[in-house]
């Protein structure tokens, strides 16, 4: 069995970890800034407990690569630390879980594929750029199928593009996953917390002790400790495109959650865009095998479904 079949398994294991949680923070973001909490708020939450719980670890580790440099740990910072998180939950005030969810690991995926082709020479056939174009279809189509396009849909397709950036840098340098996450917490908490406490409007004294706790936990724990080391996980043990590209089905996971959570309905136009988004991402992720398997079945489909009753 070869390294790469022997960490599928495992790599699919932090993966689905690393979706469920992404998907379940858009939906917080969501609920937080529809309710008690401002965007402000939920940003300084989210670092002010993972850079607590990350300290240590980037006090003992350091960065784990001398590839990085100053510039690479402030770009990490910027590209998926304070300004993301703020950016995203500025734009989850006019745009619903489900479009957050289509367009910012819709745009990540993209573009983070296209990007290791161009900088770091990945190998990319026919049919995974086919199953690029139809992930990109399914993404326009998710967005223009929940109403009007509005600044907050802009936005995420910013935070798309600063995620892809991050991925990139820490692939290239070769951070480890851990220490990934202790550099964009602590890096966070440091530049940010300061200029929230001084300057930034808030709402956390007067908002229910229960939504800070929760929000608190599942931004600050979950969703910057666990979910940025999940994801990293992913990539090291699935390969770059593969990695890279399962954050992807966050759309069909978010649409899900938001529909239980907040209440979002789903039209036929996100189904579809949902189902093409998935299907985009099959083609990305296994390329020609996943065309012959889906075009046997298909063929095999038709085949019985030309065949008259009583034959």
């Not at 910012?104 to 290791?116: E, H, R, T, W």
């Not at 929940?146 to 995620?163: E, F, K």
Request: charge should be positive; proline fraction near 5%; glycine fraction near 12%.
């Amino acid at each position: 069995m070869s390294t790469m079949s022997r960490n599928t398994p495992s790599g699919l294991g932090w993966a689905i970890v690393a979706i469920t949680v992404w998907s379940g923070s858009l939906v917080m973001l969501r609920l937080g800034v529809t309710t008690s909490l401002n965007a402000y708020d939920l940003t300084a939450l989210r670092f002010g407990v993972a850079a607590l719980i990350l300290a240590p670890v980037a006090m003992r580790r350091g960065t784990g690569t001398d590839r990085l440099g100053p510039m690479g740990l402030i770009a990490m910072v910027v590209a998926f630390g304070a300004p993301y998180v703020l950016l995203m939950a500025l734009a989850m005030r006019t745009s619903p879980a489900a479009a957050a969810g289509a367009l910012n690991p819709g745009v990540m995926a993209i573009v983070s594929v296209i990007l290791g082709r161009m900088v770091l020479g990945d190998r990319i056939g026919g049919v995974r750029f086919a199953g690029l174009a139809v992930t990109a279809t399914g993404i326009a189509l998710f967005t223009r199928a929940g109403g009007a396009v509005t600044a907050g849909h802009l936005i995420l397709v910013g935070t798309g593009l600063m995620w892809a950036g991050y991925a990139l840098i820490v692939r290239r340098a070769a951070v480890p996953a851990l220490n990934a996450a202790a550099i964009v917490a602590v890096g966070s908490a440091v530049f940010y917390l300061p200029v929230y406490f001084v300057a930034l409007p808030k709402q956390l004294l007067a908002a229910p002790l229960a939504d800070i706790v929760v929000q608190a936990g599942f931004q600050g724990v979950l969703v910057s400790v666990v979910a940025i080391y999940a994801f990293n996980r992913s990539a090291e043990l699935l390969g770059p495109v593969a990695g890279a590209t399962l954050p992807a089905l966050i759309p069909v996971v978010t649409l899900s959650l938001g529909m239980a959570v907040l209440g979002e309905t789903a039209g036929a136009g996100e189904v579809v865009a949902a189902l093409l988004v998935t299907m985009g991402l099959v083609l990305i992720l296994a390329g020609k095998p996943a065309l012959r398997a889906i075009s046997t079945h298909v063929l095999r489909g038709l085949g019985r479904a030309g065949q008259c009753p009583g034959r």
